[in-house]
């Protein structure tokens, strides 16, 4: 099994997390017992992780076939822009916008508004198999995947949209540019996490390093520096101050890394 030292701190999007050695996924192996990690854009790794893995290079690629269009899992959400681009296929104008590899846009049905990346998916091929999309479980920002997706198969149609485009780095502009694990909680239905935190005066609050952003209340920005415990700290406040409140229950988009993985 090969591996390759990461160190989170660099890495991950938040800048925050240790130095590991993670196990390489090649040629469809997957090593048992260990918890994949993606490109790291939605997670907050403590200083004791469990066993990680991540997906190895040969699973970052794109293909037009006479099916659809086939991209791995490991594939960068901007290399999928630009190849549609150039092959003026449709409905992926919004990935742009949306940091990471595809495997973890699918394992959150990541997406903007309504525009999701379960859209215009056919199928996914894991570690049992391919999956047809009827066999699988999803709604906002959730799936029932449970497994390790190596690759995925999408409807390929024409017509890329430079207004789509536009219009989704129109929708983003709004964000903070300090390091982040982007949003911070799901939305709940009919309301908005970042309002909620604000009403219950968390905007602009730090702790240490880490605040909840002056820019956008529901992004966690570390500042410099910024710790695992603080971050946590900062997360259980607004959830807590937001019950409180509103007996609202914010779940997090953020996913937490710890032993109890």
């Given amino acids: 099994m090969n591996t390759k030292t990461i160190d989170f701190s660099k890495f991950s999007s938040i800048r925050i997390g240790p130095v590991a050695r993670v196990a390489l996924i090649e040629n469809d192996i997957v090593p048992e017992g260990h918890l994949i990690i993606g490109a790291a854009n939605n997670v907050l790794i403590s200083p004791t992780p469990p066993p990680l893995m991540i997906l190895s290079k040969e699973y970052d690629f794109i293909r037009l076939e006479d099916d659809g269009l086939h991209v791995g899992a490991a594939t960068p959400g901007g290399r999928v822009v630009s ?55 999803y709604g906002y920002r959730k799936t ?78 570390n500042t410099g520096g910024g710790t695992y415990e603080d971050a946590l700290y900062l997360i259980h406040e607004a959830q807590t101050r937001v019950k409180r409140d509103f007996e609202i229950d914010l779940h997090c988009e953020v996913v937490i890394i710890n032993q109890k993985n």
């Fill in 144 to 221: 029932s995947i449970n497994e390790v997706v190596f690759e995925a198969l999408f409807e390929a149609e024409r017509g890329y949209s430079s207004e789509r485009y536009e219009m989704f780095n129109q929708m983003r502009s709004n964000q903070p540019h300090d390091p982040s694990a982007g949003s911070c909680f799901k939305n709940p239905p009919n309301d908005y996490a970042g309002r909620l935190i604000e009403a219950v005066g968390l905007k602009g609050v730090r702790r240490g390093a880490m605040a909840f952003s002056d820019v956008h209340a529901n992004f966690l920005v």
């Fill in 83 to 137: 190849f549609c681009k150039k092959n003026d296929i449709a409905h992926f104008e919004y990935l742009s916008k949306l940091p990471g590899t595809l495997g973890g846009m699918l394992k959150m049905n990541a997406g903007l508004k309504e525009y999701e990346i379960f859209n215009h998916l056919i199928a996914l091929r894991t570690q049992s198999g391919w999956k047809q999309k009827s066999e699988l479980e």
